[in-house]
């Protein structure tokens, strides 16, 4: 692979699927329409999750690390989105401490995850100011996945509940039921898509973890679901606070972001997850440039986790830096070319989304086409979400260049790739009214 150093047409060129031959870009740091001008629009194109959606980030399922070399392996593989090792570590480690709650929550998590993974949700900009994530297609696991992770719920729940029986004041039952119930919430809401009964198991995480800050006032570990459920309920529209189990918990954006700062910053168990959350945060409130050394520094920590790249570079994209942006990008490619561990896996459809989202926002039309079409010209190899974007993508490249009849066709294969997409929808809207931006 030879790089340009931006140069070029900023297409990434691949002479065969296999074996890519170019990536070379624009010099988009002089480009007057780009993200620094455009950041409302291009914000929630690059607001992707690092690990779960803002949104859903109350039901957020923290973990304790029990002292075992197969539970930290297990989180290793997790947060470099090796879930298959993962999971077998935690079985492994279920299998020598079958009653340990804690250990199976860690799989039904993983399990979670996974399907997530699987369906693109970690790498699709689930995270939005108008809240998008709540028009978006659910999760469809198979019948054995559901089995698998709601049996591993129950036994944690069965756990749990015996030891609260024992001794309502059992700290380490309290927290564990509190990430049992998260986990749960995470499952309404993304697999079942009940919103309502993901709001009412995260606000019963929230209590359980209250209880555990009154018996321990010093856990610093057991404010991050209260900090995430400041933060959410605070964010929710106002008919949604009205609902009966939330009468008491008010929310306040601001105390909930400073409550996760504080755990990012003194926390010892759930250190990570604080940094994870608080980067997407800091990323839903457009303070991008205080969210991407928090993304740098889990780089660092997980540097097979190539969504994080990608994030890295929608962050700098966001902060109108296009040719690091691009850089990032062109990483990712070079990483998966010279077989580095955990990029063999990344798909080139991936890639070439990623670098023409870059040029589309940064009106680099011509280049941004060329990468959205070999996404949709393989599209049966990427998520649902990257899919239909591509096509839409397409459409709105098409609809700039005064060429609506092209754009329509576009938008119509939107539609038939994913339905019940939010992007689906948008492209309907458009074969009406053809797309146009404002220049800032």
Same mark, same amino acid.
């Given at each position: 692979?030879?790089?340009?150093?931006?140069?070029?047409n900023g297409v990434l060129d691949q002479d065969s699927r296999a074996q890519p031959t170019e990536l070379i870009g624009r010099k988009y740091s002089? &480009?007057?329409y780009c993200l620094a001008g455009a950041g409302h629009q291009a914000a929630p194109i690059y607001n992707r999750v690092l690990k779960i959606t803002i949104l859903a980030a109350a039901c957020v399922a923290m973990r304790l690390f029990a002292g075992s070399s197969l539970v930290d392996d297990g989180y290793n593989h997790f947060y470099n989105l090796e879930f298959d090792q993962a999971l077998?570590?935690?079985?492994r480690a279920i299998a020598q401490d079958p009653n340990n709650p804690d250990l199976h929550n860690h799989a039904a998590e993983t399990v979670l995850f996974s399907e997530m993974y699987r369906d693109g949700a970690l790498e699709s900009e689930l995270v939005t100011g108008n809240n998008s994530l709540l028009r978006r297609a659910k999760l469809n696991p198979s019948p054995a996945t559901k089995k698998q992770f709601l049996g591993e719920i129950q036994k944690a729940l069965d756990l749990e509940q015996a030891r609260l029986r024992r001794n309502p004041n059992d700290a380490g039952a309290l927290y564990a039921m509190g990430i049992t119930y998260g986990l749960r919430a995470n499952y309404f809401f993304l697999v079942q898509k009940d919103w309502v009964g993901a709001?009412?198991?995260s606000t019963t995480a929230r209590k359980l973890h209250n209880r555990v800050s009154e018996l321990d006032p010093s856990n610093a570990d057991a404010r991050l679901v209260q900090g995430l459920h400041d933060y959410v309920i605070g964010s929710l529209p106002?008919?949604?606070k009205m609902v009966g189990f939330l009468i008491g918990f008010h929310g306040d954006k601001e105390r909930g972001i400073h409550t996760v700062e504080q755990v990012a910053a003194h926390g010892s168990l759930n250190r990570v997850d604080a940094e994870v959350f608080l980067a997407a945060i800091y990323r839903r409130e457009r303070q991008t440039a205080k969210a991407l050394p928090l993304v740098e *520094?889990?780089?660092?920590r997980f540097p097979r986790n190539y969504l994080l790249r990608f994030e890295q570079a929608g962050m700098y994209a966001a902060l109108g830096d296009g040719k690091k942006a691009v850089a990032c990008v062109q990483q990712v490619a070079q990483l998966k070319t010279q077989g580095a561990p955990g990029y063999a896996r990344v798909p080139w459809? *991936? @890639?070439?989304?990623?670098?023409g989202t870059i040029q589309f926002w940064y009106n680099d039309l011509d280049a941004a086409l060329a990468n959205m079409q070999k996404v949709t010209a393989h599209a049966e190899d @990427?998520?649902?979400? &990257?899919? @239909?974007?591509?096509w839409m993508r397409v459409g709105q490249i098409y609809d700039l260049r005064q060429r609506h009849g092209l754009a329509v066709e576009a938008y119509k294969r939107a539609m038939a790739y994913a339905p019940e997409a939010e992007a689906a929808r948008e492209s309907r809207r458009y074969i009406s009214s053809p797309y146009r931006r404002e220049k800032s």
């Open positions: 692979m030879v790089f340009d150093d931006f140069g070029g002089g &480009t007057k077998a570590d935690f079985d709001l009412h198991d106002a008919y949604y *520094s889990l780089i660092a459809e *991936s @890639v070439y989304y990623q670098l @990427v998520d649902l979400n &990257t899919g @239909v974007l591509a």
